[in-house]
């Protein structure tokens, strides 16, 4: 069978490809990817051996305002088009977006012959593109949500699986690593850093008190740079470390006591972020935006606390959550949301390997 998993980033910033390139069997199948290079420089490929690939190259800042982005999507939409010519058997769509930009060839050429892995909420209230986003959904093979909230903007169907933003690995990892001790309480970010504003907040509110330290960890655009400045002149106990690779993970949760999971964006609203799991893999616990999605699990599991920076108790309420933590029934309610994301993704890797 010849397959094709249409990427929309660099492969270091695709995490969730890791769950194809698992469970489909590379040497019994043809595999190719699409992956675009947006910032034009060389990554590691190793783990891509065996797969044909097709590198997009088109430089595009991830921070930049939307409506500049038109142009280089027309192009990575027209490269995409290029490659699916080729003729595949089977095509999996990584993200909401290149599936709305290639909705023509897949509903028309592919119905019933591709994995829709839809990941972000973005123009959904927008209704033509919703109508696009709902025909994906109804003529995939499945689609996977990233987030149960989504399901709202989806036709009730059977098609629709939960597919969950953990790394394989992740999930039996050593929970009961050993922590580095620190006097004060290490709050940490790590991702793509950006949301200026609310980190701003976050930044004015904690950087001086000195029961906090806040650290991010991730990659670094405009809005990381302006953070770093703004943090230089206004705050003590705010260090940024710089991009990573996944398995420095395992290094700097031992100099984590708090995960920063806050995001204020709307489309965060219903999101599921990465860091949700790793609060419960690590037995971190976690601070989520008060009102949001994750807002609402973290607190019904246990494993976190809703809060919002731009009120004027957000340090108080910090401090008096992580004392009163307890941390026996704090680690069991860890334990209860992994075992359900394990059975949920053991699904989807059959789903996967299923493919035909």
């Not at 060839?105 to 109508?131: H, Q, V």
């Amino acid at each position: 069978m010849k397959i094709l998993i249409i990427g929309f980033a660099k492969i270091k910033y695709m995490p969730y490809l890791n769950l194809y390139l698992e469970n489909i069997d590379r040497d019994g199948n043809d595999v190719h990817l699409i992956y675009w290079n947006r910032d034009l420089k060389e990554e590691n490929l190793e783990k891509l051996q065996g797969i044909t690939l097709h590198e997009f190259n088109c430089l595009q800042q991830d921070d930049a305002a939307k409506l500049s982005k038109i142009e280089s999507f027309k192009k990575f939409r027209d490269y995409a088009v290029s490659v699916l010519k080729e003729g595949f058997d089977f095509a999996v769509v990584l993200h909401s977006l290149p599936g709305v930009l290639l909705s023509k060839e897949l509903i028309g050429t592919y119905k019933n012959r591709y994995i829709f892995d839809y990941r972000d909420f973005t123009y959904e209230n927008f209704l033509p593109y919703k109508s696009v986003i709902q025909s994906l959904v109804k003529n995939s093979y499945r689609t996977f949500v990233s987030s149960d909230a989504f399901r709202a903007f989806l036709p009730d169907s059977k098609k629709v699986l939960t597919s969950h933003n953990v790394l394989s690995e992740d999930l039996f990892f050593d929970s009961c690593c050993k922590k580095e001790k620190s006097e004060k309480i290490r709050i940490g970010f790590w991702g793509f850093i950006r949301e200026e504003k609310i980190n701003s907040e976050i930044i004015k509110k904690l950087g001086n008190d000195p029961k906090f330290e806040l650290h991010y960890y991730g990659r670094e655009q405009a809005v990381a740079e302006n953070l770093k400045a703004f943090a230089k002149e206004n705050a003590l106990n705010v260090f940024f470390h710089g991009e990573y690779n996944p398995s420095q993970r395992y290094e700097f949760i031992k100099n984590t006591d708090v995960i920063h999971n806050i995001y204020g964006e709307s489309n965060m609203n219903l999101a599921v972020s990465n860091k949700y799991y790793d609060g419960a893999l690590f037995r971190i616990p976690q601070l989520v935006m008060k009102n949001s999605f994750m807002g609402v699990m973290a607190q019904n599991t246990g494993i976190g606390c809703a809060v919002n920076p731009f009120d004027e108790d957000f340090g108080n309420k910090i401090f008096e959550y992580y004392q009163s933590i307890d941390k026996k029934a704090f680690n069991k309610s860890c334990e209860k949301v992994v075992n359900r994301v394990k059975t949920e993704q053991s699904i989807i890797a059959e789903t996967v390997r299923n493919i035909k």
